[in-house]
């Protein structure tokens, strides 16, 4: 039997339903690595006894980037897919990202845009290096006015935008390149890895593609923890992304992110949104103290502190 020319990988934090959803829509023609960061608490082990073409690796919840790279390396085949288990790419949308990926030698990864239920295009399907400039315009909610001088993309359907980065939601990248730069960026537990790695395909004259032909519905908060905490988390990384790699920037940027999306915690309050005004706030937390804690444990800070190099030996700049 032929070796198939992608496999998907397979991060999952308690979606075990979500996953075997989508081992079953594609079939045994498509081989699936499951990398499981809940520690088999729902089953997912026994997978592989129903579905052959399936690969169970403990991810030891070590959060998304190190699962996600630790699929990789498990794979053997020349393209990668990575696709987060809430949502829901057809095979045609798989083999669409694969083939335009593999004609483009300019691209480290092509991903899909990523769209609500609805049919709404999402904010954060891609995005730009962080600015001072840039997280004025995010901080203070002008990026809908100013599409693209924000921090995230959102594109219109129709809509090609050159970008940074793009998600890491449905994203197919070439393998032996992706291993080259260094894979995902296991400085962040999560969120800001997917931003990095657009960084590092940069440093090597390599580009990632938003892909406004492939688009693929997406169910947020599905496949993760509470979304106030994963708020925080996506404040806490950001600000260890900048302190990382923009330290004189850093101070300014987090400023602007804090105070505007400050300012919008309290209009949502004045508002009687208090759910959206409590996510503001747990954002605002996390921009301020750079940490955020899955399952009572500090992983941010600590994860930073872990894969801190000094000066002169990082070479991911």
């Known amino acids: 039997m032929a070796v198939p020319q992608f496999e998907i990988v397979l991060v999952s934090y308690r979606s075990a339903p979500l996953v075997e959803r989508l081992v079953h829509a594609w079939g045994e023609a498509i081989s699936v690595i499951v990398v499981d960061n809940a520690r088999d ?16 690796v403990d991810g030891q919840g070590q ?3 190190r699962a996600a790279n630790k699929g990789a390396l498990r794979s053997k085949t020349p393209y990668v897919i ?18 335009g990926l593999s004609q483009d030698h300019t691209a480290l990864s092509h991903a899909a845009t990523m769209t609500s239920h609805d049919g709404e295009i999402e904010i954060g399907v891609g995005g730009w290096e962080p600015s001072v400039r840039r997280a004025l315009v995010f901080g203070f909610g002008l990026h809908k006015a100013l599409p693209s001088s924000g921090l995230y993309a959102k594109p ?25 730069v260094g894979g995902f960026d296991e400085s962040f537990y999560v969120y800001c890895e997917d931003l990095s790695l657009g960084r ?31 708020l925080r988390m996506r404040g806490a ?20 992110l804090a105070a505007g999306n400050g300012m919008r915690a309290v209009q949502r309050q004045f508002q009687g949104d208090k759910d959206e005004a409590r996510g503001f706030c747990s954002y605002v937390a996390g921009v301020v103290t750079r940490s955020a804690h899955v399952g009572g444990q500090e992983v941010a800070r600590a994860r930073m502190q872990e894969t801190e190099q000094p000066p002169g030996r990082r070479g991911d700049r």
């Open 41 to 56: 608490v729902d089953g997912l082990s026994s997978l592989p006894e129903s579905c052959p073409w399936v690969t169970y």
């Open 63 to 65: 959060g998304f980037a």
């Open 82 to 99: 990575f696709v987060n288990p809430d949502c829901t790419p057809t095979v045609d949308d798989l083999s669409n990202l694969v083939e």
């Open 156 to 180: 219109s359907h129709s809509q090609h935008i050159e970008v940074d980065w793009t998600t890491g939601a449905c994203m197919a990248v070439r393998r032996q390149d992706f291993l080259r």
């Open 200 to 230: 590092r395909a940069r440093n090597v004259g390599l580009r990632q593609v938003l892909r406004a032909d492939v688009k693929v519905k997406h169910g947020a908060g599905n496949s993760g923890a509470p979304s106030e905490e994963m």
């Open 237 to 256: 990384s950001i600000a260890n992304y900048v302190k990382r790699y923009h330290p004189l920037e850093a101070p300014a940027i987090r400023v602007a």
